[in-house]
């Protein structure tokens, strides 16, 4: 996806009215989990430029449903919410997977069956600071997790949606496939953006 094309993408977003520019936000932020891909994405809403916060707050639920995507406030402090969005069966398989399970064992989620249970003790958890753990949750593989935790110095392969230690080229491979996602909401909103001038 070029420079160009996504800076084309925000100028055309900031046209839209409060509701859409919201959604179209979210669904490009989000892609590559609303495409289930990745078990879930993470964004910040703030009031600067445009008062974020207060739609997010005044169109979530609407949005949410319309995206089909469940989503956790993890943190929310004055003027800024921390939310996680996620498709239910996507997180769980992912929090079930042998590896994952084992490593989030070892981090205090023993016996929580639900995704709820788990999103419940990860947002406790933020209360503090951001959680190694969230990693999990957020798709990176446990072994680029567990390379970030050790912080021995090792230098990362690769950075862009996480830090890669390991397995580059299935990393990039990643990157790509979440890339293509967001390219196709890139172009969904530009074409409406032509539709309109």
């Not at 753990?133 to 593989?141: A, T």
Request: glycine residues 4%; proline residues 3%; hydrophobic residues 40%.
């Amino acid at each position: 996806m070029s420079k160009a094309c996504v800076h084309d993408f925000f100028r055309a977003l900031d046209r839209f009215e409060d509701r859409d520019f919201l959604f179209y936000k979210i669904q490009y932020d989000i892609a590559p989990t609303l495409a289930e891909i990745k078990p879930s994405s993470l964004m910040t809403f703030v009031n600067h430029k445009r008062e974020m916060l207060t739609l997010w707050d005044r169109y979530k639920e609407g949005i949410c449903q319309q995206l089909r995507v469940c989503y956790c406030e993890l943190r929310r402090k004055d003027d800024r919410v921390i939310v996680l969005f996620y498709r239910d069966e996507t997180l769980a398989n992912c929090l079930a997977f042998w590896k994952n399970k084992n490593f989030l064992k070892g981090q205090g989620y023993a016996d929580l069956p639900k995704v709820e249970d788990s999103l419940c003790l990860l947002r406790q958890r933020f209360e503090e600071e951001c959680p190694h753990e969230l990693g999990i949750f957020l798709g990176y593989p446990v072994e680029d997790v567990t390379a970030f935790m050790k912080g021995n110095g090792a230098p990362c392969l690769a950075c862009k949606y996480w830090k890669v230690y390991q397995d580059v080229e299935n990393a990039l491979k990643t990157f790509e496939a979440y890339d293509e996602e967001r390219e196709k909401v890139v172009q969904a909103v530009l074409s409406i953006q032509r539709k309109s001038a």
